[in-house]
């Protein structure tokens, strides 16, 4: 597989003048995400964990309900980039059909290419209600996911999702040049494991309605955002019943949805 960053030369200009230098920065390349032969979106994504991506964005655009629907997977290297090939079980058709994709989705773009309005508002679907955490908790998960950070430490241009539990700490976590794709091959990841977890949906980026969509197909009950959601993404996360956790710093955070899974704080 193509590496993940590369060192180029450039010059750093300050009050004291230029300085030439070496910067390592982020690759991209064309992902193809291939359903029973047939294209269904080309992302531009970083060259890595591409079998997670594939799973995850199966699962998450609706494709399947559940891997074991999933009955093949093979990650092809190209001229022009990289094509996931995804085999589903018969009787998956129709779902594919109706998410059918057929463009290139630059990086960061999330609902590129949907045939519809009403399936970039889709409801997302409703997730348990037995999760409980504190806000330690919320503290202790973000303090994880800076250190594992490995590739956007090296560059400072990737996103991260992450899934914490409190008696294993960071679980997972995945990095792409785009935040929808970084979630996207976490969902694949813990997909692929098997292993049902309660624990805390930890992500780098802004929330933008579509992550909510996502975090709910994979189940999250509470997500934890460095940036600020947008409306849209607080409404849906309070339809679905996700606790929504945002501008989360360590110095505090703010609490959008459902705060009743926070425990040990007084909301009156």
Do not use: Y
Request: hydrophobic share 45%; net charge negative.
């Amino acid at each position: 597989m193509a590496p993940t960053s590369t060192p180029v030369r450039r010059s750093l200009w300050t009050r004291g003048g230029a300085h030439d230098g070496e910067r390592r920065i982020p690759e991209e390349t064309p992902v193809a995400l291939v359903h029973d032969a047939s294209t269904t979106a080309v992302m531009m994504a970083t060259p890595a964990d591409l079998e997670d991506f594939a799973v995850g964005f199966t699962l998450t655009e609706g494709l399947v309900q559940e891997v074991r629907q999933i009955r093949g997977l093979e990650i092809v290297e190209t001229e022009l980039g990289v094509e996931a090939r995804v085999w589903l079980e018969p009787g998956c058709g129709a779902a594919l059909m109706q998410r059918r994709r057929q463009i290139a989705g630059p990086t960061g773009c999330g609902l590129c290419g949907l045939d519809s309005l009403a399936e970039a508002v889709r409801p997302a679907p409703r997730v348990a209600q037995d999760l409980r955490f504190t806000a330690e908790d919320v503290h202790a998960a973000l303090a994880a996911l800076g250190p594992a950070q490995v590739l956007g430490s090296a560059t400072r241009g990737t996103h991260a999702a992450a899934w914490w539990t409190k008696a294993q700490g960071l679980v997972a976590i995945r990095e792409d040049v785009g935040r929808h794709n970084a979630l996207d091959k976490l969902v694949g990841a813990l997909a692929r494991d098997g292993e049902k977890r309660a624990g805390l949906l930890l992500l780098t980026s802004r929330v933008s309605v579509e992550m909510v969509q996502k975090a709910s197909v994979l189940g999250a009950q509470a997500m934890i955002a460095v940036s600020v959601p947008t409306a849209l993404a607080v409404r849906v996360a309070e339809v679905a019943g996700l606790t929504l956790i945002a501008v989360a710093r360590s110095d505090g955070f703010e609490v959008f949805t459902h705060p009743h899974r926070l425990a040990e704080v007084d909301f009156r």
